[in-house]
């Protein structure tokens, strides 16, 4: 089915996943507003809602068994294209100079090797952005997700793609496709999530104009998902506890000197001794000091107890 947005056209296909086949959703089950469609008791639909110059969508399924529904989207006709899942993939992930079987590249070459495959998909909670976007010549489109959500068997995880050569899009449940990045030159089996009743949404843009036009869009959706914190104590409350907490719990006696502390949890939930500051170098030391030039005192007796007086510069 083609979609119209903005004066331009997206061509828009959706499949289900039966067992392990992805099973084509038929264009006459398709209409502007999305589609409705059963097959062997299981139903999948989709809704399109014009929303200004973006088009919001709502994926559903009901199944019997664990499935997933893939939403593609492509771009035909265009050149100069060039792939973005936000810390994920750009453009081919530079196939030509990269060492093939190092990191996950978006190419039809080297199919022997585990990380070179023309589609990626990752769960949409690994991107910097829970987002694909597609860039040519002229333009850019993007479909952003919901990272999670509910189902029968409790919180699913949503992937998004990217596929060679004009498509891109996202999956209620995601499917680690073709493998799963591990580390640097290490696979390991493709992870997925499934359910039988579930559902999410987001947002469909399409914008004409270079490649930096992503920028924008990336920004609209920071700005749905941020969630700014909310300060509990006042910057001089803040700045005495972090000194406190250096003076006290970082000092460790038995070496007469400062340290980093670590635990590691469940199995040992206490605070311990690790690295002395003199031995990680004051450079890294000094980030816990980050807000100090910031207090709105002169000097404060964080560590009155050993005589210790802290002072800043205003």
């Known amino acids: 089915m083609k979609l119209d947005l903005n004066s331009q056209t997206l061509n828009v296909s959706f499949a289900c996943r039966i067992e392990d086949a992805w099973v084509p959703v038929p264009e006459t089950a398709c209409t502007q507003s999305g589609f409705d469609w059963t097959l062997n008791g299981a139903h999948y639909s989709a809704q399109f809602t014009p929303a200004g110059d973006t088009l919001c969508y709502t994926l559903q ?111 209620l449940g995601y499917t680690n496709d073709p493998t799963t990045f591990k580390n640097r030159s290490t696979p390991a089996p493709s992870t997925r999530s499934m359910a039988c009743k579930a559902q999410t949404s987001g947002r469909i843009y399409l914008h004409s104009g270079p490649r930096t036009e ?37 000092f460790d006696a038995a070496a007469g000197e400062y340290t980093n502390r670590c635990c590691r949890p469940p199995r040992e939930t206490e605070m311990r001794p690790w690295r002395l500051v003199t031995e990680i170098g004051w450079r890294r030391a000094g980030l816990s000091a980050g807000a100090l030039p910031r207090c709105p005192w002169r000097g404060c007796r964080s560590a009155a107890g050993r005589g210790h007086e802290w002072r800043t510069a205003v």
Not at 100 to 122: M, N, R, S
């Open 214 to 250: 992503l920028h924008e869009i990336i920004r609209q959706e920071y700005a749905r998902h941020q969630d700014r914190a909310v300060p509990r104590n006042t910057l001089r409350q803040a700045v005495q506890g972090m000194l406190d907490t250096f003076a006290y719990q970082n």
């Open 61 to 171: 399924m009901d199944a019997p068994n664990p499935t997933q529904l893939r939403m593609w989207l492509a771009v035909p006709g265009q050149s100069d294209y060039f792939h973005v899942i936000p810390c994920n993939i750009y453009g081919d992930n530079h196939a030509a100079e990269a060492k093939p079987g190092e990191f996950p590249l978006l190419t039809k070459d080297h199919h022997e090797v585990a990380f070179c495959a023309p589609l990626w998909e990752f769960r949409a909670d690994r991107a910097a952005m829970p987002l694909a976007a597609l860039c040519w010549d002229g333009g850019v489109a993007a479909a952003a997700v919901e990272p999670y959500s509910e189902s029968e068997a409790g919180i699913i995880r949503n992937g998004v793609f990217a596929a060679l050569p004009d498509a891109f899009g996202i999956s």
